[in-house]
């Protein structure tokens, strides 16, 4: 099983690199955390925002394949690390991938939102989307850390 946090948006500041980089590698062989990065719409360029999510929408889901999708998105339900955790242990027990979107500084298309089997929200601030990617990563190590009895997250 494999966790893909699919975004949009290339060429992270380094310190955002670094961020998504040092939880990555702290995560367990049997359960690595991938980072797949998209272009922006081409639209995007001419302001036609609809159709640059929509572009968005394509490069995300095609990159998504089979995997169970968590659409991030700030219309979604409010989950605590626990809640996080078992959702972790469910998938980890039905096995397969799972792909974590997040959109562009215009959010998902609602396709995106139609296809997953949760939609959540990391938080009720506006996060900028690169350090969406580094909180991501830091909640899915705190939630695996959980699970397995480390001392990592504290109550």
Do not use: N
């Not at 302001?47 to 490069?59: F, I, K, Y």
């Not at 998938?91 to 949760?118: I, K, S, T």
């Not at 909180?135 to 997250?153: C, I, K, N, S, W």
């Amino acid at each position: 099983m494999r966790l893909k946090i699919i975004t949009v948006g290339r060429r992270p500041p380094r310190w955002v690199q670094a961020g998504f980089d040092e939880f990555a590698s702290r995560m367990p062989r049997h359960l690595p955390l991938e980072l797949v990065e998209i272009a922006p719409g081409a639209a995007r360029r001419s302001g036609d925002v609809e159709r640059a999510r929509e572009q968005e929408a394509d490069a995300l889901l095609a990159a998504a394949g089979s995997a169970r999708i968590i659409a991030l998105d700030e219309r979604g339900a409010a989950w605590t690390t626990r809640d996080l955790a078992g959702r972790l242990e469910g998938f980890m027990q039905g096995g397969g991938d799972v792909a974590f979107l997040v959109g562009g500084a215009d959010g998902l298309a609602d396709r995106c939102r139609a296809q997953a089997v949760h939609t959540w929200s990391l938080s009720a601030l506006t996060l900028p989307h690169l350090l969406v990617r580094v909180v991501l990563a830091e909640q899915l190590y705190r939630a695996f850390t959980l699970l397995d009895g480390h001392p990592y997250h504290r109550d």
